[in-house]
């Protein structure tokens, strides 16, 4: 990354949402967050914005996450419904069974 290069809106947005998730975490808080996020809208240069993270550490990619726990979640649920429709098979089945 050169350094003295322009930073453009969505690299600054970039930073703020990575900003926005290291707040959550607990790494930063509400009035540091606020101050970083200032700093993001006057940064001219890539190396202006990379200064306001430099000493936190990298995130993994929030795109490939969601897709993992919506994954996992999906997958939950189906165990669910197939753990319900097998409940609900045996109990038609011995409520057949006894009258």
Do not use: I, K
């Amino acid at each position: 990354m050169n350094v003295e290069l322009r930073a453009s809106d969505d690299d600054r947005n970039r930073v703020v949402a990575e900003l926005h998730r290291h707040t959550t975490a607990g790494r930063l808080t509400l009035d540091e967050f606020s101050d970083r996020a200032g700093a993001v809208w006057t940064a001219r240069t890539l190396g202006d914005l990379a200064a306001l993270t430099r000493d936190l550490p990298v995130l993994p990619d929030p795109a490939n996450v969601g897709d993992e726990s919506v994954g996992h979640g999906r997958r939950e649920l189906l165990m669910v419904f197939v753990a319900a429709a097998l409940t609900l098979l045996l109990l038609g089945g011995f409520l057949a069974a006894t009258r």
